[in-house]
């Protein structure tokens, strides 16, 4: 059995699409079920794609970048982003102007405090991991 968890859902599609739908299972000799989930995949990654576009802001600042992308151990990436972008507006920072030396202690517990409220992961392994991005700025 693999790691990874699964959920049972009961959806309702219209005939037409039911149709279409495992037409296409039977034609790629796969179960419905991949199928959807397939396609639902696809469709969830067009959606982030399209919000990392737009939250792409302040993505030409190094120090934004590699924060985001330790936070990304953490939480996905749309979670990261919108983690970082709403704690730098309520500290009144633009996201865009990030440097080491805004990044303060009280900045970073606050990040983690969301991480935390998220994820499974201590706030001492996030402060430390957040840390030594900052340090290494």
């Known amino acids: 059995m693999t790691g990874i968890k699964k959920r049972r859902t009961t959806i309702e599609l219209e005939e037409s699409l039911y149709k279409r739908a495992k037409a296409l299972a039977v034609e790629k000799d796969v179960t419905l079920k991949e199928i959807i989930s ?5 469709k969830l990654m067009r959606e982030e794609e399209k919000k990392d576009a737009e939250n792409n802001d302040f ?6 970048l590699k924060i985001i992308k330790e936070m990304e151990r953490f939480l996905s990436r ?10 730098c507006e309520k500290r009144g920072i633009n996201p865009k102007k990030i440097t080491e030396h805004i ?10 405090n969301g991480i935390t409220y ?6 001492k392994e996030c402060i430390e991991a957040l840390k030594k991005v900052k340090e290494r700025a």
Do not use: G, H, P, W
């Not at 397939?38 to 696809?42: R, V």
């Not at 993505?59 to 934004?64: F, R």
């Not at 990044?103 to 983690?112: A, W």
């Open 103 to 112: 990044i303060t202690k009280d900045c970073l517990e606050s990040l983690c």
């Open 59 to 64: 993505m030409d600042n190094t120090l934004a």
């Open 118 to 123: 998220i994820s499974s992961v201590s706030k």
């Open 38 to 42: 397939e396609a639902l995949e696809e």
């Open 78 to 87: 749309e979670a990261a982003i919108l983690l970082f972008r709403n704690k």
